[in-house]
Nanobody, 124 residues
Framework: QVQLVESGGGLVQAGGSLRLSCAASGRTFSSYAMGWFRQAPGKEREFVAAISWSGGSTYYADSVKGRFTISRDNVKNRVYLQMNSLKPEDTAVYYC?????????????????WGQGTQVTVSS
């Protein structure tokens, strides 16, 4: 069982940066691949980024590639999403998710555990 709590969201101007953090409970955090997803009003939840359990492999949606960076700290039981050059279209609730496997996946329903989300709003 893993419990996830996101933080770090807020209001930022276009071109700015935010760093999201996801704190995980449980002693087996390093056994989980982690992902970030987002959901804008009226839209389906979509994949943003994912990282393998070791942190050695990452993958990004085309829409954020080159602007966002996912990382993890298996000692602190945290996963991060550094978001740079933010655009108004990045506005959404951002969720972190965990799945008990070594490699990442982009498929939403393959993630077993979800946080409550944190709001990111980018003004133009």
């Amino acid at each position: 069982q893993v419990q996830l709590v996101e933080s770090g969201g807020g209001l930022v101007q276009a071109g700015g940066s935010l760093r999201l953090s996801c704190a995980a409970s449980g002693r087996t955090f390093s056994s989980y691949a982690m992902g970030w997803f987002r959901q804008a009003p009226g839209k389906e939840r979509e994949f943003v980024a994912a990282i393998s359990w070791s942190g050695g492999s990452t993958y990004y949606a085309d829409s954020v590639k080159g602007r966002f960076t996912i990382s993890r700290d298996n000692v602190k039981n945290r996963v991060y999403l550094q978001m740079n050059s933010l655009k108004p279209e990045d506005t959404a609730v951002y969720y972190c998710a965990a799945q008990p496997r070594s490699s990442w996946t982009v498929t939403l329903y393959e993630y077993d555990y979800w946080g409550q989300g944190t709001q990111v709003t980018v003004s133009s």
